[in-house]
Structure formats: structure tokens, C-alpha cells
């Protein structure tokens, strides 16, 4: 299995490398107590129609190497960087989901864009949806507080209870089969204690209201009106307003986990994401040839 080393710290962390090497590149990481498995409704069409997809452990997550540190945002930011770098990735849309969508944030604003062309942020906790000075709409941080030690006290749990709410089960549409959501709670009790916890730490104290704007990339928002993990005014309207170049798609009765549950619309809305973004691009570039050979 292909692992690189964490330019931070040394931790091996494990990626998966799928479809034709020079297909258009898709980046995807994953949010809390999830490996690149979250993705395999996206991942594999996507890879069968000619993408090149490019799924990554998190520390603690999946087959990736547990560690103590690195549960901060740079860190994290760091590691996805570090993969693209590993892979010598260019003009990469990068697609995150929940907690990640702030690590493909920071990611951008830490690192620049020299290498990710575009973004895509799916049922983003992104900018921060705890109440703060700048966010005095937002969730009880003694809320916040008190599920957490549901959370430790029992994980599994914690994750068998809330299944339903992730994926709005009781809306129209959104049936999964119970082995399905059993398969996911297993996947996420395979993030080590130190990992689950770590991250959800980043999310209690999220607050990208200021960094958003610096994003100079286009970005695809995509959210659902039923998730309660990350309420769509508090995180997924507001990172569209403060995008310079975002578009918001909004998913009739998608909860948190729209990736399985919408799992055909989303990977439609990507591939026409990526395509229209790489058409635009190519079109600016004929533009400044045509403009240059004018010059000349």
C-alpha cells in the first residue's frame, strides 16, 4: 500500500492512488473518524470515466500511522500539501468533506495555489458554526462540551445513535440499507481515540471568517437543507458569501452524510464542477495566446 512521510513529523500516512495517470487530477480527503472510504461513490466513477483520484488517510484515520500530535489545523494543512507535493500533483481540484473542508482551506491560504486549480467543500463545518465573538449566532460551546463526553464516554455508541441524523434518514430519498451505516460506524471506530477526539477539537474551536476571502480559486459549496452535524446558515451559506468565487449548491433533504445518500449528484456536480472549471481555463489560456501572437 502507497504511505509517504508527513514533512512535519515523520508520520506515515497512506493514500490511495486510482485511474489513469493523466487524467484531471481529484484530491480527496476526508472528514472526522473517516479514511478515503467515504468517498467510494465519487471515487470510483469518477477513476472508471477517466480521473485521476487521489483519496488520503488522515493521521489517526484509516490505514495512516496513529499519533500523539499534529491535531491542529496547520498540521493537518500540512499533510494534505505534503501529498500533493509526494505526488508532484498540478492543477488538482481539491475536495473536502466536513472537518476537512477547513483543512482544504487552510491548505490554500497556507500554502498558495500553485498547485490546487479549484476546491470543493461537501457539508463543510467551514467557516465554524460554535458560538464565538464573531459568531454570537452560533452553538452553545456548553453544547458542544456536553457531547463531547457522551463521545468519550462511549464512541460506538455515540455513532450507532446519530446515524440516522447524519444521513437524514427520515427524509424522502435518503434510505440506506443497515449494513451500509453499520460498515460506516465500524470505519469510524477505526480512528484511534487520540484522533476522534484531536479532531473534534479543531471543530470546536473553528473560526475561518477571515480566511475565506483569501481564497482565490473557484470553489463549489455543496450542503444540504437537513444537516444538523453542520447547519447550512451557519456554515454552508456563509462560506459561499465569503468565497470571492464560490457557487452553492444546495441539496433538498441532505443531511451531513449526502455523499452516500446523493451519492449520484454529487459525483454528476463534481465531474461538471471540474469540467467546466478546466474549460474556462483553457479558453483564458487560447485567449492570452491569441492576444500575445496579436502582440507579436
Not at 477526539?197 to 481564497?215: F, H, I, K, M, S
Not at 464542477?273 to 491569441?290: H, I, K, T
Request: a negative charge.
Amino acid at each position: 500500500m502507497p504511505y509517504y512521510a508527513s514533512l512535519v513529523d515523520g508520520t506515515r500516512l497512506h493514500y490511495v492512488d486510482h485511474g489513469p495517470a493523466r487524467g484531471p487530477v481529484v484530491v480527496f480527503v476526508s472528514s472526522a473518524y473517516l479514511g478515503y472510504e467515504l468517498w467510494e461513490y465519487q471515487m470510483l466513477p469518477l477513476a472508471e470515466a477517466g480521473y485521476r483520484c487521489v483519496g488520503l488517510d488522515r493521521r489517526g484515520h484509516g490505514r495512516s500511522d496513529d499519533a500523539w500530535l499534529g491535531y491542529d489545523l496547520d498540521t493537518l494543512a500540512d499533510d494534505v500539501r505534503g501529498l500533493l507535493d509526494h505526488l508532484d500533483l498540478r492543477e488538482v481540484t481539491l475536495v473536502g468533506h466536513s472537518v476537512d473542508t477547513a483543512e482544504v482551506v487552510r491548505c490554500l491560504t497556507r500554502h498558495g495555489t500553485d498547485r490546487v486549480a479549484r476546491a470543493v467543500l461537501v457539508a463543510g463545518v467551514t467557516p465554524g458554526f460554535v458560538r464565538s465573538p464573531g459568531l454570537p449566532q452560533g452553538v452553545d460551546p456548553t453544547v458542544v462540551r456536553a457531547d463531547d463526553e457522551i463521545f468519550r464516554r462511549d464512541r460506538a455508541g455515540y455513532f450507532t445513535a446519530s446515524a440516522d441524523d447524519f444521513f437524514a434518514a427520515s427524509r424522502p430519498g435518503n434510505e440506506l440499507s443497515a449494513a451500509y451505516v453499520r460498515h460506516l460506524v465500524d470505519r469510524c471506530l477505526a480512528a484511534t481515540p487520540r484522533a476522534a477526539n484531536g479532531v473534534r477539537a479543531v471543530v470546536a474551536a473553528l473560526d475561518l471568517t477571515c480566511e475565506l476571502p483569501g481564497v482565490r480559486v473557484p470553489v463549489l459549496v455543496v450542503h444540504g437543507t437537513h444537516d444538523t452535524s453542520a447547519p447550512l446558515a451557519l456554515t454552508g451559506e456563509r462560506a459561499a458569501r465569503l468565497l470571492p468565487h464560490a457557487t452553492l449548491k444546495v441539496y433538498e433533504n441532505g443531511g451531513h452524510g449526502l455523499f452516500a445518500t446523493h451519492a449520484q449528484q454529487l459525483t454528476a456536480d463534481l465531474r461538471e464542477f471540474v469540467e467546466a472549471a478546466a474549460g474556462e481555463c483553457r479558453a483564458d489560456a487560447a485567449g492570452e495566446s491569441l492576444a500575445a501572437a496579436r502582440v507579436g
